[in-house]
């Protein structure tokens, strides 16, 4: 009990090291050499396994799923009627269109998409039956006409008669749109790509000269969005992979130096794919950006060691001990940005959403896994480069350490300036972080050259759009046929809806005022439009209706609030209670931007809790102080130009920023894992200590910027918005933190002067005779 007293005082006293003795994993590498290589090739097999049944969920849905009332709105109002948001809606258009020989073609497609083995049932022109006034119903485009001034006329009464084929007939009668509900068993997991398959193959014959077909609909969308997200994958894991490898090449001057940086960085993001495979079952449009992240973070550390493990060996260090020297002054900065890392990814998890959640997990287990890998993959693999015969590198390539001398040069000659301008300037880019607002734009959901939303916006131009709202009606008769004060109530919404979004662009059970004032009933109306759509105006026990509204694809946030405050307070002045208004986009709209007020407060939470980490980790409250500046300039400044830019917070934006802020921190911790060291057991003053750093892990610094950045700027060149964002921002924050790095923190060093001088205090750190580098078990 004692001892695990005395070690429960150690840790938060002073004997621990600030990578909490998690380098200790790298001595147990030494020691044991033979034993950990077996778990890293058992490990390793065991991801490998797993890669290969890699797909990517194209559920857009699952970044959403439990992230508040919009959803379980969204989700009661699935449940209830069913929604367009699953529906493939297919636009033919053609000069020739009423011409009764192209008609009746076209007639015949909507007829094989509607035996199509993923259909439960189409919408169309030809599909839609009228009441024939003795209880039965005939085909509402009629069959076998004979000239074109027939059909114009048929498709014009249609068109002005029905509020459906509104919405399926362009004013200039020059295209139809055919909606196929798909078979929701058929299209779940991996179905939907079938299906879209097997449209193409039916709509293929139909393509000539004169008419002309496209797909297009959520699931469309969502199928370009997974194809994109697999293409990026492996974009960036190729490119990424030889970017850093080369920049290695580059700046080590040595190609056996750079295939050991480049081995790590590989195994990490083989652990890392397999283990969220194994965890999640599938990635998601985030997750798999946390491969990439997990691959230049591992490229950042492993040129860091390597860095550090080739200047003990020009130190004339054997190199077998100079592995070991490398992990006892590494390893626990290595930790502590593993730590802050994780923080970063982690706190992520306190905003909701299944998929910023998963994406949390996933950050957490990439960073975990991305430091194993260095404290045990790497210093097997040097142990094997010195027993195969590795020669001593040449010195680093001066590009490294080309900006050092001016750097110590700024810093000594102006560092209170500079150290006062640092501050000055990043309390007043506060002001932008408080001013800032969310923002959410569904075409940056969309990958960039989509042909699918090319198509929505030609649905959108002639005819009633592709995004659905909804108003989900409480009726109080539950009669199926839909009682008459029921039927007024249904009325009321359906005109306070199409005041918000135009003449005849909203469909309910109280739009057939055609049939109903021709003398048919309501039940016959109902009964004619089939099953299928009838339970998208009704429930079958009548207790709810749906009135639905279609909006344009593209559409401004601002704008899509606007229309709902507006009918939410128009159904409260006519005293219609309990209606829900919901929809798709409007919980993407809603619930993006309390996932990302709540990522904002995150990215906040990261910030002081991994400054305090920093502080506990070197014991130095002051330490903490100065670390700060120089991590938050970066951060806040690109929160700056977004907010100067326009473009809002968005939810990748501020994944973009936290992780940033993640890694940012890592280079600062290496500078002051290395100030301290000279100040504690090197004995060098305050202002030699950080010129030696700025001079000794200067070139690392540089070396792992440009690798962090040329490794996400692949990223930025990604088919999806939202990811290119990620990217472009990822690296504009990490080349602000060399700036932080390289000129802020030691200018604030400099400066402070004699406020540091307490940290020069010497502390018992744990292991301090390291394991021998005997390589055997």
Known sequence: MNSIGKRIGDFFARHRSIGFGLERIGFLTIAHTKLVALLVIAFT?????????????????????????????YAALSESFGTFEEDIYILVTSPTLTEPETLERLRELAFDVELSTYAVGTLSPFSLRAPDGAGGSVPAVPEGMESAEDVRQALSTLQQTDPMMRNLITPDLSGIVIIMFPNAE???????????????AVIAPYQTGDVQIELTGPPVWTSEMLNAAVDDQVKFTVYGFSLGALIALFGLRSFWGAIIVASAPFVAVMWTMGTILLVFGSFSFLTI????????????????????????????????????????????????????????????????????????????????????????????????????????????????????????????????????????????????????????????????????????????????????????????????????????????????????????????????????EGGFSRAEVLSAVGPFMRQRFVTDDGTEALVTGFMPTIVESDRLKQVVADTQQALADAGVVDADVGGFRILTTFATDDIVRNLQLCLTLSVLVNIAVIGFAFRSVRLAMASAIPNLFPILGTEAWLWMSGAGLQL?????????????????????????????????????????????????????????????????????????MFGQLFVLSIALALLGDLFILPALLVAGGRFFDPVRRKAPQVDAKPVEATGQD
């Open 186 to 200: 058929l299209t779940r997991d991996e179905g939907t790509a079938g299906m879209i398959a097997d449209l193409r």
């Open 289 to 516: 950006i946390v491969t990439t992240v997990c691959l230049v973070v591992a490229f950042s550390e492993s040129m860091f060691f390597t860095y550090n493990w080739l200047n003990f060996w020009r130190d004339g260090m054997d190199p077998r001990e100079a592995v070991a020297r490398t992990i006892r002054q590494v390893g626990p900065a290595s930790a502590l940005t593993m730590v802050t890392t994780a923080i970063a990814f982690g706190s992520l998890g306190l905003a909701p959403g299944q998929g910023i959640q998963e994406f949390a997990m996933a950050g957490v287990i990439g960073s975990f896994l991305t430091f194993l890998v260095i404290m045990t993959f790497l210093p097997l693999v040097l142990f094997l480069a010195v027993r195969l015969g590795l020669k001593l590198p040449k010195t680093p390539s001066a590009a490294l350490t080309a900006a050092l001398p001016f750097s110590w040069s700024v810093v000594s000659r102006f560092a209170r300036p500079l150290a006062v301008v640092s501050v000055v300037v990043t309390t007043l880019l506060l002001i932008p972080y408080f001013l800032i607002q969310p923002r959410f734009s569904f075409e940056d959901f969309v990958a960039s050259d989509s042909t699918a939303i090319s198509a929505a916006e030609e649905i959108d131009e002639g005819v009633g759009g592709v995004a659905p709202i909804y108003v989900r009606v409480p009726l109080l008769d539950a009669n199926p046929d839909v009682s008459d004060r029921d039927y007024e109530t249904i009325r009321t919404v359906h005109e306070i809806l199409e005041a918000q979004l135009g003449e005849n662009k909203v469909i309910s059970a109280a739009a057939m005022t055609h049939y109903t």
């Open 652 to 724: 990748t934006t501020v994944l973009a920023l936290t992780i940033a802020f993640g890694i940012a921190v890592n280079d600062t911790i290496h500078f002051l894992s290395h100030y301290l060291h000279d100040r504690r057991v090197e004995g060098r003053d305050h202002r030699e200590a950080v010129r030696h750093t700025i001079t000794r892990i200067g070139g690392a610094i540089v070396a792992t910027t440009i690798i962090l950045c040329a490794g996400t700027a692949v990223v930025a060149f990604s088919e999806l918005p939202q990811v290119a």
């Open 45 to 73: 097999a065991l991801t490998l396994s797993v890669i290969p049944r890699a797909n990517v969920d194209g559920d857009l849905l699952r970044v959403f799923a439990n992230s508040g009332p919009h959803y379980d709105s």
